[in-house]
């Protein structure tokens, strides 16, 4: 429900932008958010609707209109699925590259919940609400490979407490940047949001949680060296991250790799190509894996000089 909120700024917050201090003063307001709303004119400093650029001084008074929050329809595609296996309760399935896995702005069509929303009807786990219906973990935009999927709460819950536990198990393959010289190793840092670009994730010791990346060489080609990462934990972009930070981003990674990224292979060379997990309602434990896909072999190929 809508409601109206106010703010007389201190000292504290003064020389601040409004938007960053209404997100200060009512945590749950994002800076996104705040700045929707000052967009939106349901913003007043001292009565007057602001720019969002506006930074407050000590004693400024702010009204701000929350209004209903709009319930989002996410419409069911006949988007086909690449599904690796299923039974009554999941489904694991293979995500190709360049698929969006929930919707959000500007990604609102052509998602895997769209998708899973034609082919399960309403089976699907309710937890994470009408946007992200049966989602238990992410993969990005522009990584390929194995998700699971829950069809009822029970086994989100139970697929959920895996991954919280590091039980669960996902491992990918990739390529990275420069010659990796030891066979394996264990990246140990924590990642939070880059101080410096709130779109970016980085090794930073503020606001951040504790990851781990373990490693191994499958495969070196001089310039490239393709890796297999087992995840211990899952951060957002957390192999991308940690790559990047020991000096070997990702090939075709555009945000942690150089500037002159490898367009061809239109983002980052990253496969989830193995998960397994105790399937939460028979206790059995479950393994998949998913092949390389073209583009990945199409990549390796050209770095072995054309030969497959």
């Known amino acids: ?26 945590p749950k307001l994002s800076r996104s958010v705040a700045a929707k709303l000052i967009t939106d004119g349901n913003v007043t400093v001292n009565g007057i609707v602001p720019s969002k650029s506006y930074r407050c001084k000590e004693s400024d008074f702010l009204s701000i209109f929350v209004p209903d929050a709009r319930p989002l329809k996410t419409e069911a595609q006949n988007i086909p699925l690449d599904i690796v296996y299923e039974d009554g309760d999941l489904l694991v399935v293979n995500k ?5 896995v929930h919707p959000a702005p500007g990604n ?27 989602i238990v973990h992410r993969i990005d935009k522009d990584t390929s490979g194995l998700l699971v999927v829950a069809k009822n709460d029970l086994t989100h819950v139970g697929l959920a407490e895996q991954i919280k536990e590091h039980s669960f198990h996902r491992a990918y393959c990739a390529v990275a940047y420069g010659n990796i010289e030891e066979d394996s190793g264990t990246v140990n840092q924590p990642i939070g949001r880059n101080p410096n670009d709130r779109k970016k994730m980085a090794v930073t010791l503020k606001n951040s949680k504790d990851a781990i990346t373990h490693y191994e060489v499958k495969e070196r080609y001089g310039d490239f060296t393709q890796i297999r990462c087992v995840l211990e934990t899952g951060r957002t972009h957390q192999i991308r991250a940690h790559m990047a930070y020991i000096g070997h981003p990702l090939a075709g990674d555009s945000v942690y790799g150089p500037k002159k990224v490898i367009t ?6 990253l496969h989830a190509g193995e998960i397994g997990f105790v ?3 028979t206790k059995k434990y479950l393994e998949f894996e998913a092949e390389l896909p073209d583009y990945f072999k199409d990549f390796i190929s050209s770095l072995n000089g054309g030969e497959k």
Request: aromatic fraction near 8%; include cysteine.
């Open 264 to 269: 061809s292979l239109n983002g980052q060379c």
């Open 279 to 281: 399937h939460p309602r």
């Open 96 to 100: 190709p590259k360049g698929m969006v």
């Open 1 to 26: 429900m809508s409601s109206k909120l106010s703010i007389r700024v201190d000292a504290h917050a003064s020389g601040a932008r409004v938007d960053s201090v209404i997100s200060l003063y009512f």
């Open 108 to 134: 609102y069509h052509g998602t895997l919940v769209n998708a899973l929303l034609y082919y399960c009807k309403d089976n699907l786990s309710g937890i994470n609400g009408v946007v992200r219906p049966g």
